[in-house]
T-cell receptor
Framework: AQSVTQLGSHVSVSEGALVLLRCNYS??????LFWYVQYPNQGLQLLLK??????LVKGINGFEAEFKKSETSFHLTKPSAHMSDAAEYFC???????????FGSGTRLQVQP | DVKVTQSSRYLVKRTGEKVFLECVQD?????MFWYRQDPGLGLRLIYF???????EKGDIPEGYSVSREKKERFSLILESASTNQTSMYLC?????????????FGSGTQLSVL
């Protein structure tokens, strides 16, 4: 079954530091991959998505992710963290034969002043 | 902007009650979804629908049913609520084939079953 592993249920960074949220997928067939974000007391929203058109994907709010087949990874990065980036982030696969997204437990990002 | 509206933000029900959670979207989306979100478990897909009167089971459909009589409305039904159904329920919608997958989420309904 298609699945992803997000390393670290909680990640803490200082304001202005690099944000790196790790996601590895497990499949011999690269899936579609999405990053969703859930800000406190808000609904989830799409941050960016990989659908094989380009390996480096830029999303909203300065985030980007690079699909690396050799490493089966799709890590989310942002050069400089803002306090407003504090949220829960979900790496979500859509593998062959699936008709809907299945979310995992996510990574909670804390940004320290 | 797409708006996905869930009828209640907080709901308290008793064990054995029949519970209806309503979701309405205003962008003519074909696809609608129900998830539940629990700490440490993330979001889990309960049911989804890609057309009026069509429905498909998600990963945890047991204890739930759904209804989609109109394109804009997708209802989740707990036939006989149990305490293990206490959770945050999230509705979402999307357009086109399900593979496009830009989901628009509602704000959620926090259901407590006592």
């Amino acid at each position: 079954a298609q699945s992803v592993t997000q390393l670290g249920s909680h990640v803490s960074v200082s304001e202005g530091a690099l944000v790196l949220l790790r996601c590895n997928y497990s499949s011999s067939v690269p899936p579609y991959l999405f990053w969703y974000v859930q800000y406190p007391n808000q609904g989830l929203q799409l941050l960016l998505k990989y659908t094989s058109a380009a390996t480096l994907v830029k999303g909203i709010n300065g985030f980007e992710a690079e699909f690396k087949k050799s490493e089966t990874s799709f890590h989310l990065t942002k050069p400089s963290a803002h306090m407003s980036d504090a949220a829960e982030y979900f790496c979500v696969p859509l593998g062959p034969g699936r008709r809907a997204l299945t979310f995992g437990s996510g990574t909670r990002l804390q940004v320290q002043p | 902007d797409v708006k996905v509206t869930q009828s209640s933000r907080y709901l308290v029900k008793r064990t054995g009650e029949k519970v209806f959670l309503e979701c309405v979207q205003d962008m003519d989306h074909e696809n609608m979804f129900w998830y539940r979100q629990d700490p440490g478990l993330g979001l889990r897909l309960i049911y989804f629908s890609y057309d009026v009167k069509m429905k498909e089971k998600g990963d945890i459909p047991e204890g739930y049913s759904v209804s989609r009589e109109k394109k804009e409305r997708f209802s989740l039904i707990l036939e006989s609520a149990s305490t293990n159904q206490t959770s945050m329920y999230l509705c979402a919608s999307s357009s086109g084939t399900v593979y496009s997958e830009k989901l628009f989420f509602g704000s959620g309904t926090q259901l407590s079953v006592l």
